[in-house]
């Protein structure tokens, strides 16, 4: 009873912990589906500690794609990026975790893949802009705005993961 006792107050600690724990919405794109890569980036976050609460492999819709990226509505490459993003499937997923947002952007790498460090993700497999290969939300605000374009309430699981205990 004593064993049961003392896992359950732990079990709380995470439960508590989670209201201080952050979401991001991070999505494989259309040339990192097709190259294969959803299983590696998956394995990256799990490894890194980050909690997957949704995942689905959808299509996008040009009206989905315009309201995503919206904030690049006037920039010349606009089109392009619709296009892009809506030639393939995307791998969509919420992660969770401790300040996840700024890391996920870390691990993911800087925007040209020419620029991004041996080590992330766009570093490791990207080659050109057009073609970066993962999508992550860039503030709590996006996080919030992307996790709501995407997913349902009824998509996103909460449930309480044991190696969190080794975690934080
Ligand atoms: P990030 O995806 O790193 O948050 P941005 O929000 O600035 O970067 O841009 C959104 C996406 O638009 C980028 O991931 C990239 O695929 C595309 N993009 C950005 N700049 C260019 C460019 N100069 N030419 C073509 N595509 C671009």
Redesign the pocket.
């Known amino acids: 009873i004593l064993s049961f006792l003392s896992f359950k107050e732990k079990d709380t600690d995470i439960m508590a912990g989670v209201t201080f724990m952050e979401k991001t919405f991070l999505m494989v794109k259309p040339d990192g589906v097709q190259r294969e890569l959803i299983g590696e980036i998956v394995s990256r976050f799990e490894k890194k500690g980050f909690q997957l609460i949704g995942a689905k492999l959808m299509n996008i819709s040009n009206e989905l794609a315009s309201e995503h990226?919206g904030e690049?509505k006037e920039r010349p490459?606009f089109g392009?990026?619709v296009e892009f993003i809506t030639s393939g499937p995307v791998f969509a997923m919420v992660w969770q975790g401790e300040n996840v947002i700024a890391t996920a952007r870390q691990m993911?790498g800087s925007?040209n893949p020419a620029d991004a460090a041996p080590g992330t993700i766009r570093g490791d497999f990207g080659v050109t802009?057009?073609k970066?290969i993962i999508?992550?939300s860039?503030s709590p605000e996006s996080a919030k705005r992307e996790i709501g374009l995407f997913f349902n309430d009824s998509e996103l699981i909460e449930y309480s993961k044991l190696s969190n205990n080794w975690i934080y």
Do not use: A, I, K
Request: aromatic fraction near 16%; charge should be negative; glycine fraction near 16%.
């Open positions: 990226y690049h490459f392009e990026l993911m925007t802009v057009g970066n999508h992550g860039d």
